[in-house]
């Protein structure tokens, strides 16, 4: 038991599932149920299932490239022998019933959501369609799994109707991530070019990579502050967006692997307060809070997200290359 126990920790991807419940709570809060931990929980447990579905299939289906990208990583099983294609497979069929399971119960457009996204995970890792190795369709489509299935499940949950107000959410926060999951090839890149995986970075080199994250921060960052409205979040925002664009002009500008893995680290920091001030935003919506206090409320969120963006920068020459994203 405590192995499997290992296993799903490996397979949810930690820092990655604090993401997905992020974006879980913000679908949650844009429904005007943000204080209802109940229904997070519930939420949260079919999406991290799913998420865990996903990522099994992904490392069956990438297992020789990792071994040139991953060697010697404790968080991919199959690379470093904790798990065999058995197991993994095993574990990825679990998983996907435990989610749509939950999901059910939540509601049937949760379970629809779900569902939907099972078959993403098969289309994006599993031949012959595998996604996942068609360049720079590959980062395009992975908000699916990351932001799409997370907030929709959790906005569902709530038995609310989605509003176009909803949907124009979801598509900035979906470009920003895009923005985001295009740097991973940074990482990969050595064993994506030994097989063959014509990433958007493989084709179009470092430069190019950096400009077109950086347009999707940007136009993430615009669409936010036309969904929410010009107020006490838009210069916390826009602090955000400046960090990341900061970091891209540097990553476009270094051949060091380890530091460009710090500054592909301070942009999903940037990332992470873009999408806290986001959160603390809707949540303040539903409040009778004055302007004083929303301002402190806002500027707190910053303050811990900008001191941690500044501790990831320090990390120069320390960071651990197989951080997972």
Request: aromatic share 8%.
């Amino acid at each position: 038991m405590r192995r499997w126990g290992r296993l799903v920790v490996m397979m949810v991807r930690p820092p990655a599932a604090v993401v997905l419940v992020a974006f879980a709570a913000v679908g949650l809060t844009a429904a005007g149920h943000g204080d209802d931990l109940l229904l997070l929980a519930g939420a949260s447990v079919a999406v991290l299932a799913y998420f865990v579905n996903a990522t099994s299939l992904n490392d069956l289906s990438d297992l020789e490239v990792d071994r040139v990208n991953l060697r010697g990583a404790r968080g991919r099983p199959l690379v470093s022998g904790a798990a065999d294609r058995r197991v993994l497979l095993a574990l990825a069929g679990v998983a996907i019933v435990v989610a749509l399971g939950v999901a059910a119960a939540l509601d049937p457009r949760a379970l629809a959501v779900v569902a939907g996204g099972a078959v993403f995970n098969v289309a994006y890792s599993v031949r012959p369609l595998r996604l996942s190795a068609r360049g720079a369709l590959a980062p395009l489509l992975l908000p699916v799994g990351f932001v799409a299935v997370p907030y929709l499940t959790a906005l569902f949950a709530t038995g609310a109707a989605a509003t176009s107000r909803d949907w124009w959410l979801l598509a900035a926060l979906w470009v920003g991530f895009t923005g985001r999951i295009v740097l991973k090839d940074f990482r990969d890149v050595v064993g994506d070019g030994l097989y063959g995986k014509r990433t958007f970075l493989v084709r179009h080199g470092a430069w190019a990579t950096c400009a077109f994250s950086a347009a999707c921060w940007a136009v993430s960052v615009v669409g936010l502050v036309c969904v929410l409205g010009p107020g006490a979040s838009t210069p916390c925002l826009l602090l955000f967006l400046g960090a990341a664009l900061r970091s891209l002009w540097a990553l476009a500008h270094e051949a060091d692997f380890i530091s460009q893995q710090v500054e592909i680290g301070a942009v999903a920091v940037a990332g992470r307060g873009i999408v806290a001030v986001v959160l603390a935003d809707l949540a303040l919506d539903g409040t009778t809070w004055g302007l004083g206090a929303r301002v402190a409320v806002l500027a707190a969120v910053t303050v811990v997200l900008a001191g941690s963006y500044r501790w990831t920068m320090s990390r120069r020459g320390t960071t651990s290359v197989y951080a997972p994203y």
